[in-house]
């Protein structure tokens, strides 16, 4: 059964830093979403992307966030300049249609010192 | 704004003992609700949806529109039941999920 992969499973970096969370949907999927878990927390919402444009972002996605499809496989997720605050579990997830339910990858761990 | 809550981070049981795991929601709207699993160091992944109405794995879960729930149940909890679950909501607009806190279930042999 496909699923979705993402790179690094563990990432550290210095506070200030930029990083680049990648992802791999599963490959007809057309929906693509980024969500973080910091540790203890529940799992929020990030961006959702459709059509090579962000659909819906939460709050949280703000300025130091960008994601990008740069090719006709991956999906990434760019912190500009990294926070402590930033440190989580970030997961990547798909859908083919608008009623599918998600698939999720197994997870980056983020870690900023 | 849409809100899930899972009243219990901890739940422990006994192998064969019934276990329900709570899941709270409000929205105005029409939701679709989800229960996830997470097995230790493994990805989330779906366990149930309410429009399918399906049993997974022996668990059933029945949303209930009255009291704003969508309890997961599952008459005899085994070992390999222990894992983290997650009650997630999704809205009429939007394909955004909304997630609870999660429960930790372990079921002690």
């Known amino acids: 059964e496909p699923e979705v992969t993402q790179t690094p499973s563990h990432q550290v970096t210095q506070m200030g830093q930029e990083v680049i969370l990648r992802c791999v949907p599963i490959?007809?999927?057309?929906?693509f979403y980024w969500y973080r878990q910091i540790l203890g927390q529940k799992v929020e919402f990030l961006v959702s992307?459709?059509?090579?444009?962000?659909?819906?972002k939460s709050e949280i996605f703000d300025d130091q966030f960008s994601v990008e499809r740069p090719d006709g496989s991956n999906f990434t997720l760019k912190i500009r300049s990294t926070k402590l605050e930033d440190s989580a579990m970030y997961f990547c997830?798909?859908?083919?249609?608008?009623?599918?339910?998600?698939?999720f990858g197994p997870g980056t761990r983020l870690t900023v010192l | 704004a849409q809100r899930v809550t899972q009243p219990e981070k901890l739940l422990s049981v006994f192998k064969g003992a019934p276990v329900e795991l709570k899941c709270n929601y409000s929205y105005s709207g029409s939701p679709e609700l989800f229960w996830y699993v997470q097995y230790s160091r493994q990805r989330l992944q779906l366990l149930l949806r309410h429009i399918s109405r399906e049993s997974i794995k022996g668990f059933t879960a029945d949303l209930n529109k009255g009291e704003t729930s969508f309890h997961l149940k599952k008459p005899f909890a085994q070992e390999e039941d222990s894992a983290m679950y997650y009650c997630a909501l999704k809205r009429t607009s939007g394909s955004r999920l909304t997630f609870g806190e999660g429960t930790q279930l372990t079921v002690n042999p």
């Open positions: 992307f459709y059509n090579n444009e962000i659909s819906e």
């Open positions: 997830a798909s859908i083919r249609e608008w009623s599918d339910t998600q698939y």
């Open positions: 490959s007809n999927h057309l929906y």
